[in-house]
């Protein structure tokens, strides 16, 4: 079983599970695999949050799939984050 991290730290290979939880259907999960290019907080554009400056913060995970493609994850309580062997080289 891989190691569920909370040190997002550039380089390291993740995999990002999310869920939705659905009261009928149950919840609907899904991942997505990379190497960890951003790790920080932002502010959405939120109009009805009533915090500080009326926006609300988020943790984002910024990672680079294999093909190259940038994901930017929105983490929150629903969120699991666990560190992925690296393939050796040359597979």
Same mark, same amino acid.
């Given at each position: 079983?891989?190691?569920?991290?909370?040190?997002?730290?550039?380089?390291?290979?993740?995999?990002?599970?999310?869920?939705?939880?659905?009261?009928?259907?149950?919840?609907?999960?899904?991942?997505? =695999?990379? @190497?960890?290019?951003?790790?920080? &907080?932002?502010?959405?554009?939120?109009?009805?949050?009533?915090?500080?400056? /009326?926006?609300?913060?988020?943790?984002?995970?910024?990672?680079?799939?294999?093909?190259? =493609?940038? @994901?930017?994850?929105?983490?929150? &309580?629903?969120?699991?984050?666990?560190?992925?062997?690296?393939?050796?080289? /040359?597979?």
């Amino acid at each position: 079983m891989a190691q569920e991290i909370t040190d997002y730290s550039p380089g390291a290979r993740v995999r990002v599970f999310q869920q939705i939880p659905r009261a009928a259907s149950g919840s609907l999960q899904t991942s997505v =695999e990379g @190497v960890i290019v951003e790790y920080g &907080q932002a502010k959405t554009g939120s109009w009805f949050a009533h915090t500080k400056d /009326g926006r609300v913060w988020l943790d984002r995970l910024t990672l680079k799939k294999d093909d190259g =493609e940038m @994901v930017v994850c929105n983490l929150d &309580q629903y969120s699991r984050v666990e560190l992925v062997e690296s393939a050796p080289a /040359g597979d």
